[in-house]
């Protein structure tokens, strides 16, 4: 079972920057995507970024394109860099993979394993 532990998450002033990290382990496969989604209370969970397992690719929601950067090192160990933070990126956040080979899924409902989540305040 894939495991996650999530960090960086916290308040934050409009026009502020974060770094979520989250680091994963007991792949059972040498191939997944993972990424981040995040959910606001009242609204369905979003994806955010993904890292495809196919070719590496990045993927962006459009509402973060340009302020949010995604990011692997040491191999299980994902970031999201987010700069120029919004109130409406307040969330929560969370990181999430999906074992074998492929393109990251067009929902959060493709993808296999969660983590708990990381709340994300923009407030002034």
């Known amino acids: 079972q894939v495991q996650f532990v999530e960090s960086g998450g916290g308040l934050v002033q409009p026009g502020g920057s974060l770094r979520l990290s989250c680091a994963a382990a007991?792949?059972?496969?040498?191939?997944?995507?993972i990424g981040w989604f995040r959910q606001a209370p009242g609204k369905e969970r979003e994806m955010i970024s993904c890292?495809?397992?196919?070719?590496?690719?990045r993927y962006y929601a459009e509402s973060v394109q340009g302020r949010f950067f995604i990011s692997r090192t040491a191999g299980t160990i994902v970031h999201l860099q987010m700069n120029n933070l919004k109130p409406e990126d307040t969330a929560v956040y969370y990181c999430?993979?999906?074992?074998?080979?492929?393109?990251?899924?067009?929902?959060?409902?493709?993808?296999?394993?969660w983590g708990e989540g990381t709340l994300v305040n923009v407030s002034s």
């Open positions: 890292i495809s397992s196919s070719d590496g690719g």
């Open positions: 007991g792949f059972t496969s040498d191939y997944y995507a």
């Open positions: 999430a993979a999906r074992q074998g080979w492929g393109p990251c899924p067009p929902s959060y409902r493709g993808m296999g394993s």
